[in-house]
C-alpha cells in the first residue's frame, strides 16, 4: 500500500506472521461478477467468452475482452462492473477504480460497483475516501467481503469502534469461518476490548479447523490485546519455543505503535507484500 513504503521497519515484523487476518480482508479481489441480466449487452457473445476467460484466472485476458466490448458498445455498468473485478483481481487498482467509477457515471447506486471502487481505494491507501463507497456498499450487498472490507476502512482509518461492527456484521453471516472471526478478534483487540478479543481468540484455536496462520494470528491478537502472558502460555502445535518467542517479540513492536490506525497500518503493510 502506498501510504508505507518497503523501507517501513514494520515490514520484517508484520511479514512473521504469514497471511494475517487484515491480509485476508484486504487482498481478496471484489469478488466473482454477477451474470449481467441488463440490456445493454451484457448478453453478447464477447462478454461472455470474457466471462469464461475470467472465471479460468485469466483476469488480465478478460479485462482486455470487456474492454474490447464497451469499445463495441457494451457501454451497460454491470459490464464496466466485470471489467474493474477483472483488474482488481490482475492488481491494476488505479484502472479499475477508473472502471468502477464509469460503472457509477451510469448508475450511481450501482452497489457491486461501488464495492469494487472502495476495494481498489483501500488497496491504494486510501481508506477515509475508501469509506466514502464501501459505508452504503455494505449493506447494500451484505456479504462477508463486503462487511469485512468496511471494517479494514474502519481499521486504516482509526475508527475502532465501527470497525469492531462490521467485522460483527461479516462474522454473522459466516459464523465457522475462522478467517472472518480472526478478523473481529483483531478488531477487538485494536479497539481496546481485551476480554472479547481473548475469548474468541481461543475458541478460534481451539477448533479443529484451525490451521497454522490462525495460531500465528492468536499470539498477534493477544499480544495487541494486552494478553502477552496468554500468548506465552496458548498451546500452539508444531511451533518452537524460539519461533513463538520471534513471534510475540514482533507482535510487541506492532502493539508499541502509538494508534490503533497506525498498528492496523502495519498489518496492511503485510496485506500488500502478499497480494
Request: glycine content about 6%.
Amino acid at each position: 500500500m502506498k501510504s508505507l513504503t518497503a523501507t517501513s521497519p514494520i515490514l520484517p515484523l508484520a511479514r512473521l506472521f504469514g497471511a494475517s487476518a487484515l491480509t485476508l480482508m484486504l487482498t481478496a479481489c471484489a469478488g466473482a461478477p454477477s451474470p449481467g441480466t441488463g440490456p445493454t449487452g451484457d448478453g453478447s457473445q464477447l462478454v461472455k467468452l470474457a466471462d469464461d476467460v475470467d472465471q479460468r484466472g485469466d483476469h488480465a485476458t478478460a479485462a482486455a475482452m470487456y474492454e474490447r466490448a464497451i469499445a463495441q458498445g457494451d457501454t451497460g455498468a454491470e459490464v464496466r462492473v466485470k471489467l474493474g473485478n477483472a483488474r482488481l483481481a490482475s492488481g491494476d487498482d488505479a484502472a479499475a477504480a477508473e472502471a468502477f467509477r464509469d460503472a457509477l457515471r451510469e448508475d450511481i447506486e450501482q452497489a457491486p460497483a461501488l464495492l469494487g471502487l472502495g476495494t481498489a481505494q483501500l488497496r491504494m491507501g486510501e481508506p477515509e475516501t475508501a469509506l466514502k463507497s464501501l459505508t452504503p456498499a455494505a449493506p447494500a450487498v451484505n456479504s462477508v467481503a463486503a462487511w469485512s472490507r468496511l471494517g479494514a476502512a474502519q481499521a486504516l482509518a482509526g475508527r475502532s469502534a465501527p470497525a469492531v461492527e462490521a467485522f460483527t456484521r461479516a462474522s454473522a453471516l459466516d459464523p465457522k469461518n475462522l478467517d472472518v472471526r480472526t478478523n473481529l478478534a483483531l478488531a477487538q483487540a485494536l479497539a481496546g476490548d481485551a476480554d472479547r478479543a481473548s475469548a474468541d481468540v481461543r475458541q478460534i484455536v481451539d477448533s479443529p479447523l484451525a490451521e497454522p496462520r490462525h495460531y500465528r494470528n492468536a499470539l498477534l491478537v493477544l499480544v495487541l490485546a494486552g494478553r502477552e502472558s496468554e500468548a506465552e502460555r496458548l498451546e500452539i502445535p508444531d511451533m518452537s519455543a524460539a519461533e513463538r518467542a520471534k513471534l510475540i517479540d514482533s507482535a510487541r513492536r506492532i502493539a508499541s505503535l502509538p494508534t490503533p490506525a497506525a498498528r492496523a497500518g502495519a498489518l496492511r503493510l503485510a496485506a500488500a507484500t502478499s497480494a
